[in-house]
């Protein structure tokens, strides 16, 4: 994950997705509902949202059998991208 200041969550408040995702990994199902929770709102997403897609993504690629939320976690942050109501991709995240 990119190092930033503060990502902020669905809300605009700080949130850091870290911890989160390396339990939902280790199997925590409340962990998982804690990330949608946060990074994705009615449509909402923020910076948190767009640091986390990597590691999730990650995370899939990792595991033998990829837990069906985490695809739609990435589906719902990338509609939440292209959505101009939602901040832009930040340039620390965007590829070089």
Do not use: C
């Not at 109501?85 to 340039?91: C, D, G, M, Q, V």
Request: negative net charge; hydrophobic residues 45%.
């Amino acid at each position: 994950m990119a190092i930033m200041t503060a990502w902020l969550n669905a809300d605009g408040r700080p949130y850091d997705p870290h911890k989160a995702i390396i339990a939902w990994q280790d199997g925590d199902a409340s962990a998982g509902e804690e990330l949608f929770e946060q990074l994705y709102h009615q449509g909402a997403v923020n910076t948190a949202s767009y640091a986390a897609a990597e590691e999730i993504v990650n995370m899939i690629m990792e595991a033998s059998s990829p837990e069906w939320h985490a695809y739609a976690l990435l589906s719902f942050i990338e509609e939440g991208r292209q959505t101009t109501s939602n901040p832009a991709l930040p340039p620390e995240l965007q590829a070089s």
